[in-house]
T-cell receptor
Framework: SAVISQKPSRDICQRGTSLTIQCQVDSQVTMMFWYRQQPGQSLTLIATANQGSEATYESGFVIDKFPISRPNLTFSTLTVSNMSPEDSSIYLC??????????FGPGTRLTVT | DAKTTQPTSMDCAEGRAANLPCNHS???????VYWYRQIHSQGPQYIIH???NNETNEMASLIITEDRKSSTLILPHATLRDTAVYYCIVTPSNTGKLIFGQGTTLQVKP
């Protein structure tokens, strides 16, 4: 199994600003992903974080809004840029090995005012 | 879009078995059935997964029909702490990507 931590656990931000969320895995994983969970909704996959290269984004998500980095196998960041109240959500990262289950972090609860 | 259909909600009495159904009639030969659950205000938790054989671990059992078009997650002795949203997901095992549907909200009652 893998233990995944995220920082910050929550934040309140003003519109127009940006927030960077960090995700750390306690063991080497081949895959890392970022998800968004809007209030009362299920999880939506934002992108696959690729080590040392550009992330692969799902339909409806773009790099300019959600830049992602993954400098090594155990660490990734997601930035929510130029925030608006519609970006208020829980952001979660996951990690795991190819062909195996994914483990999720506790999430970052973001409120944009 | 999610490739699975689940009931929106279910109730179960504490101590009884909880049987959560999932339909995945368009599943491909290389796709696995994964089950996760999300307890309120927490990240999703992996439960179990399978390809075509029935699987059992310390948390649950997974029964997959012979034609693989549906499956059932069984929690043998549900407790109040099993109250959660349960997600059935089909995905090729090598992608790691999980496309979540709306899941089943299981309420375990005393």
């Amino acid at each position: 199994s893998a233990v995944i931590s995220q920082k910050p656990s929550r934040d309140i931000c003003q519109r127009g600003t940006s927030l960077t969320i960090q995700c750390q895995v306690d063991s080497q994983v081949t895959m890392m992903f970022w998800y968004r969970q809007q209030p009362g909704q299920s999880l939506t996959l934002i992108a696959t974080a690729n080590q040392g290269s550009e992330a692969t984004y799902e339909s409806g998500f773009v790099i300019d809004k959600f830049p992602i980095s993954r400098p090594n196998l155990t660490f990734s960041t997601l930035t929510v840029s130029n925030m608006s109240p519609e970006d208020s959500s829980i952001y979660l990262c996951s990690g795991g090995r190819e062909g195996s289950e994914q483990y999720f972090g506790p999430g970052t609860r973001l409120t944009v005012t | 879009d999610a490739k699975t259909t689940q009931p929106t909600s279910m109730d179960c009495a504490e101590g009884r078995a909880a049987n959560l159904p999932c339909n995945h009639s368009t599943i491909s030969g290389n796709e696995y059935v994964y089950w996760y659950r999300q307890i309120h205000s927490q990240g999703p938790q992996y439960i179990i997964h399978g390809l075509k054989n029935n699987e059992t671990n310390e948390m649950a059992s997974l029964i997959i029909t012979e034609d693989r078009k549906s499956s059932t997650l069984i929690l043998p002795h549900a407790t109040l702490r099993d109250t959660a949203v349960y997600y059935c997901i089909v995905t090729p095992s090598n992608t790691g990507k999980l496309i979540f549907g709306q899941g089943t909200t299981l309420q375990v009652k005393p």
